[in-house]
């Protein structure tokens, strides 16, 4: 059973940094690729980042290109964002999901094409 567990979420100040993980597990993951997006209260849930293939190539939204980076242990099964000089607006719940091949490249930004999810970990910043 495909498992996604998020963790590394908690307050910290406007431009200050976190990293998020998600650990993924009941299979090997190699030929898979994983996204992150958040949902603040009252708003549709957001691409954010993602990652495709044995780290082949990685898509950002516009709101955190430059600030934040997505990147992968296959070894581990981990998947990773870093984030840095973090905005009030980065404030939401941040999920990890993971999607079967063939998925790849633009479309791992559309929220459908990811069959399994996490439960999220909250990111709030404060100004």
């Known amino acids: 059973q495909v498992q996604l567990v998020e963790s590394g979420g908690g307050l910290v100040q406007a431009g200050g940094s976190l990293r998020l993980s998600c650990s993924a597990s009941?299979?090997?993951?190699?030929?898979?690729?994983f996204g992150w997006f958040r949902q603040a209260p009252g708003k549709e849930r957001e691409f954010v980042a993602s990652?495709?293939?044995?780290?082949?190539?990685?898509q950002y939204s516009d709101s955190v290109k430059g600030r934040f980076t997505i990147s992968r242990d296959n070894a581990k099964n981990a998947i990773y964002l870093q984030m840095n000089t973090l905005k009030p607006d980065d404030t939401a719940v941040y999920l990890c999901?993971?999607?079967?091949?063939?998925?790849?490249?633009?479309?791992?930004?559309?929220?459908?094409?990811?069959?399994?999810w996490g439960q999220g970990t909250q990111v709030t910043v404060s100004s």
């Open positions: 009941g299979r090997t993951f190699d030929n898979w690729a």
């Open positions: 999901a993971a999607a079967r091949p063939p998925a790849t490249g633009i479309f791992l930004m559309i929220s459908s094409v990811y069959g399994y």
């Open positions: 990652i495709s293939t044995d780290n082949g190539g990685t």
